[in-house]
């Protein structure tokens, strides 16, 4: 992975979860984590975390990149996260807003518009890392942490 793009839902809370898991996952790789509109047409080649949201990222940055991240919460779990919030369960960084439940329910609507966009063959190259809620985005990321900074063991040699 050397050329990601973090694809967010919209809302606040989607921002803030693609923000967060782009500048952590940039951390991991050693790459700059910058907002997918920042990439010019001619600044590609080099390798970036890139961060937006779904529908908005710009046709050269989806050719460009070899592994599009794409964070899709089902409603039920932003919906979970927004009664942890209410109760004060979950951190104020990661508590959707009840608009961010709605925007939810209507990203559910543009699933079948993005899952035919990532079969294009202009984009048939991409690696996409379907994540459906906040613990797998987490978990997935803590994967890459540990995939990233473990070494393969060594092959004993031959006596």
Do not use: K, N
């Not at 996260?81 to 959707?96: D, I």
């Amino acid at each position: 992975m050397r050329r990601v793009v973090i694809l967010a839902q919209p809302g606040e809370f989607g921002s803030a979860w693609g923000r967060w898991a782009a500048s952590r996952l940039a951390q991991r790789l050693q790459l700059p984590c910058v907002g997918a509109s920042e990439i010019a047409p001619e600044a590609v080649e080099s390798g970036w975390v890139a961060t937006t949201r779904v529908g908005a990222c710009p046709e050269h940055v989806l050719r460009a990149a070899d592994t599009a991240v794409w964070l899709h919460f089902s409603p039920l779990a932003v919906l979970g996260a927004w009664w942890r919030g209410l109760r004060g369960q979950q951190p104020p960084l990661h508590a959707p807003r009840l608009a961010d439940v709605r925007a939810s329910f209507l990203h559910l609507a543009w699933t079948p518009h993005v899952q035919r966009a990532f079969s294009h063959p202009a984009v048939a190259h991409l690696r996409v890392v379907h994540l459906r809620d906040p613990a797998q985005t987490d978990f997935w990321l803590h994967l890459q942490e540990l995939r990233l900074h473990s070494t393969p063991p060594r092959l004993a040699q031959a006596a």
